[in-house]
């Protein structure tokens, strides 16, 4: 059965005490990897979210 979301509600919490953004900076490999944990983690709560769906 395929699935299909009709509403993905994403919400993140950012803290930042950094005073000097200029050391800040990033490479795109760095990126990238924060880029694939931050999907990981989304996709990881949808699936959670259809699982409890189904449960009930």
Do not use: D, G, W
């Not at 059965?1 to 760095?30: A, D, G, R, Y």
């Not at 999907?39 to 189904?54: F, G, L, P």
Request: with cysteine; proline share 2%; charged share 35%.
């Amino acid at each position: 059965m395929p699935i299909e979301i009709k509403e993905l509600n994403i919400k993140i919490n950012v803290e930042e005490t950094v005073q000097h953004q200029e050391s800040q900076k990033f490479s795109s490999s760095k990126i990238s990897e924060l880029k694939a944990e931050i999907t990981k983690a989304c996709t990881r709560n949808v699936i959670e979210y259809i699982k409890e769906k189904q449960e009930r």
